[in-house]
């Protein structure tokens, strides 16, 4: 039984999900709701583990867990027996899965409770325009926002106040116990679970509804949770309340060494990246980061000695669990980082209550206000325009030669892919980014100049209101309050349309597109590996056909031309070979105030150890 609510994380069985039952919610996070009225739990999509050509079997087996996102309305009849509804007019609870069971260590009581969802997953899905939630076969990334699965039990009223003051937790050992039972039945395909409340009496009119007393019957009843396959014992720790209400906060997920996806090689500069990453956004004006460490277990890491040289600014959450795979999303099995999907709803869902505006974004990437020094005059500007989405068109900078060192070791840089054709001649010795400058100075030469065309537009970062994003991943708000708004809910003079994602609806929604020249931007420092930079010579020339790993910067008076970017035919002022450009605020104003930061922080930190 796990007890220890500050090894919570550690001790979750997180990887050590039984296979043997596909039903079963993949449990990532669970806690308790500040008012103590309900617990949420953050869960993983085990069936997007394995998906693509050759994976139709498992694809097969793992059907249930789309199940498990779709709602079914129940009765609870007054002997206590729970059956599947024949219609909803007789059904106690309308949209739930899971049988809520909670007992504690005070005494033998079991109180039981029906799960809710924060918002329907079917119904969202059908705005989106799909007329099933899952494929038989393929790689299914349509529906990559269902990697994510979040409900939440509601707390019986007996036990409310003493989950919401903390004290069934002693010692740090808690003593409110869930269990979490599944309601099992196949998962609906190519039909929807719809009322005139959901959709409107036209468009149900127009659908192919799942019936649900030809399905279920009159008679379907539940067994007991005795009988039944559940997660037993889930331990109930406290609340995370914030201390104050924040404006603006950062999550992440990292690790002390890690590979980027599809390659072998691995990077380890997380503790100076993050470091440097952590003063920058507090420099720019947010005013917490909650940082998940997803080094492995039993491996030394040396985030948690970051984190707390940043005692009031940086919550520490060491979170092991494994990804399902590191591919690329080319691969004919697509990568899914499962760990990092499920610490951005963790993090959203236990921070966003105590926040005004957040975001998630990776250790190497940057959120650069361009209209001051810090964010706080766009956060004013938007909220008074009602827009609840910030956007940011994400490009890869490259590392400028001039701040890249010889690699001390040389024998340390390998190819992983030598096979791979590469550039006629000798190669180079290898480079590393320099000690004496930072990452964001390093990298700050974008090869696209800014404004970004559209087509960065794919692999955007945003600052959003978790009060108006109900689930986000990784580089989209895929469920607002307005896509999953029932048509019940629309005003007598709002219009009603099933899809969200055309055009003219995408226009009227509260998001937009920074302007990067005045408002702010996003800078990706992505790592260049050191064996990315042993053919410079051939690659990094006027007119040359391979391309170039590092950045010689371009005067602001070389044109970019989009079309010929790839095509190494920038030159500068005296005609020699250039490729990128930097950004003047960056180069003048944060990098310098943030090299001497980090000189002092580094100094303040040696001093106090």
């Keep these: 039984m796990v007890r220890e609510c500050s090894r919570l994380f550690e001790t979750f069985p997180m990887d050590e999900y039984p296979e043997s039952d596909p039903y079963l919610p993949w449990i990532h996070d669970v806690f308790p709701s500040s008012d103590g009225k309900y617990i949420h739990l953050v869960s993983q999509n085990r069936r997007r583990c394995g998906t693509g050509l050759g994976l139709e079997e498992r694809m097969k087996y793992w059907e249930p867990q789309m199940s498990l996102f779709q709602p079914v309305p129940v009765v609870k009849e007054v002997n206590g027996k729970i059956r599947l509804a024949s219609s909803f007019g007789e059904a106690t609870t309308n949209e739930t899965r899971f049988l809520c069971n909670f007992h504690s260590l005070y005494d033998d009581s079991v109180y039981q409770t029906m799960s809710e969802f924060p918002f329907n997953y079917e119904y969202v899905s059908w705005r989106k325009g799909k007329d099933s939630m899952f494929q038989y076969e393929g790689k299914d990334n349509t529906q990559f926002w269902l990697s994510q699965l979040l409900f939440k039990c509601p707390v019986p009223e007996t036990l409310q106040a003493l989950i919401q003051n903390g004290n069934h937790v002693k010692d740090d050992f808690t003593n409110i116990f869930l269990d979490i039972t599944p309601i099992r039945t196949p998962a609906r395909y190519g039909t929807h679970l719809f009322t005139e409340n959901h959709i409107g009496p036209s468009l149900l009119a127009a659908s192919n509804l799942f019936d649900l007393k030809r399905n279920f019957g009159e008679k379907h009843y539940l067994p007991e949770v005795k009988d039944s396959g559940r997660w037993a014992n889930i331990p109930i720790c406290e609340s995370p309340r914030p201390k104050k209400k924040h404006r603006l906060v950062l999550c992440t997920w990292t690790a002390s060494a890690y590979t980027r996806r599809g390659d072998v090689v691995g990077i380890s500069d997380t503790e100076a990246r993050v470091r440097e990453w952590v003063l920058f956004h507090q420099m720019v004006g947010f005013d917490h980061v909650y940082l998940y460490d997803n080094t492995a277990p039993g491996l030394p890491s040396s985030l948690q000695a970051i984190a707390d040289e940043f005692p009031d600014f940086v919550d520490y959450y060491r979170w092991p669990c494994s990804i399902c795979n590191n591919n690329r999303p080319s691969h004919k099995n697509p990568g899914e980082r499962s760990s990092q999907y499920a610490a951005e709803a963790s993090c959203r869902e236990r921070h966003g209550p105590g926040t005004d505006w957040m975001a998630f974004i990776d250790t190497d990437e940057y959120l650069v206000p361009m209209a001051n020094d810090t964010w706080e005059p766009i956060l004013k500007k938007f ?14 900078a490259k590392p400028r030669a001039e701040y890249m060192s010889p690699m001390k070791n040389q024998t340390m840089c390998v190819d992983p892919v030598p096979q791979v054709r590469k550039p006629p001649g000798r190669p180079q010795d290898c480079l590393e980014p320099s000690k004496n400058h930072s990452f964001l100075k390093t990298y700050n030469c974008e090869y696209i100049r800014s404004p970004r065309p559209d087509r960065f537009e794919r692999a955007m970062k945003q600052i959003y209101r978790p009060d108006y994003v109900q689930s986000h991943f990784v580089h989209y708000s895929t469920v607002t309050k307005d896509i999953s708004k029932y048509y019940k809910d629309h005003g007598p003079g709002d219009s009603y349309s099933r899809k969200v994602h055309q055009k003219q609806w995408e226009l009227n929604a509260p998001e937009v597109f920074l302007d990067e020249i005045n408002e702010g931007l996003l800078v ?78 580094v100094n303040g930190a040696s001093m106090n150890r």
């Excluded at 909220?383 to 890869?396: A, C, F, P, T, V």
């Excluded at 031309?561 to 005609?575: P, T």
């Design 383 to 396: 909220d008074g325009e009602g827009i609840h989405i910030l956007k940011m068109r994400s490009s890869r």
């Design 524 to 601: 990706h420092t992505r790592s260049v590996l050191p064996h990315e930079s042993q053919y410079r010579e051939q690659g990094c020339q006027i007119g040359s056909k391979w391309g170039c790993a590092l950045g010689y910067v371009c005067p602001d008076s070389t044109p970019f031309v989009d079309e010929k970017h790839k095509d190494n035919v920038f030159v500068d002022d005296g005609g020699q070979y250039c490729n990128c450009w930097k950004n003047s605020k960056i180069e003048d104003l944060y990098a310098p105030k943030l090299e001497l930061m980090l000189e002092l922080h």
